[in-house]
């Protein structure tokens, strides 16, 4: 089974610009979780999607954050325009979105820094 | 949720077991006890998880105390790849409920 694919790998920046990740989570998957990895820190949940729906996306900065899973199953996400604070690794996962273990399998991220 | 409180890190001796602690004296009657890790450059990875009895599967096992305000997450022989950062987790199991990530506990297995 195909994990949780997420492109680029890394990105470079600098303050100002706009970047977009994207992420095709695992077949069949109908929940979607954008995590936020600052350098020593664990992940923090920016934004999840049930289907093409928003479930949660009370800690996405929305002044400059925007995410968006039109058909239900890749998803991008954006951010216009940068700040040097925004360097972090942005983690992509998915889950079967049932009610039972609710295992989430993430992807290997993509590693944002911004100059 | 409630919150956990793992060591910042640890050192693990090669071919031994690898007990890792985690304090959750806050946890509810449905809140069950996750642990997922993280290798270097990957993404995170469930590794097990459980409500109150002691639960095993193929990567480690899991004990956790009767009045549950407590576990330790069991590597029976550890190995190099076993390295990573470990994340307690404790959280209600229902559907689309979020995972709130500490900084976890570093494990480094010594050869």
């Known amino acids: 089974e195909a994990g949780v694919a997420q492109s680029p790998r890394y990105k470079i920046i600098e303050k100002r610009q706009s970047v977009a990740f994207w992420c095709n989570p695992i077949?069949?998957?109908?929940?979607l979780y954008w995590y936020q990895q600052i350098l020593g820190q664990g992940p923090k949940l920016l934004i999840q999607?049930?289907?093409?729906?928003?479930?949660?996306d009370s800690q996405l900065p929305k002044d400059r954050f925007s995410a968006e899973r039109l058909k239900g199953v890749d998803s991008t996400l954006k951010i216009q325009p940068a700040k040097l604070e925004d360097s972090a690794v942005y983690l992509c996962?998915?889950?079967?979105?049932?009610?039972?273990?609710?295992?989430?399998?993430f992807g290997a991220g993509t590693r944002l820094s911004v100059l | 949720d409630a919150k956990t409180t793992q060591p910042p890190s640890m050192d693990c001796a090669e071919g031994r077991a690898a007990n890792l602690p985690c304090n959750h004296s806050?946890?509810?009657?449905?809140?069950?006890v996750y642990w997922y890790r993280q290798i270097h450059s990957q993404g995170p990875q469930y590794i097990i998880h459980?409500?109150?009895n002691n639960e095993t599967n193929e990567m480690a096992s899991l004990i956790i105390t009767e009045d549950r305000k407590s576990s330790t997450l069991i590597l029976p022989h550890a190995t190099l790849r076993d390295t990573a950062v470990y994340y307690c987790?404790?959280?209600?199991?229902?559907?689309?409920?979020?995972?709130?990530f500490g900084k976890g506990n570093q494990v480094v297995v010594i050869p």
């Open positions: 459980g409500l109150k």
């Open positions: 077949s069949g998957h109908a929940t």
């Open positions: 999607f049930q289907n093409n729906g928003v479930v949660d």
């Open positions: 987790i404790v959280r209600v199991a229902v559907a689309n409920n979020r995972l709130a």
């Open positions: 806050t946890i509810s009657g449905n809140e069950y």
């Open positions: 996962a998915s889950s079967t979105g049932q009610n039972d273990k609710n295992i989430q399998y």
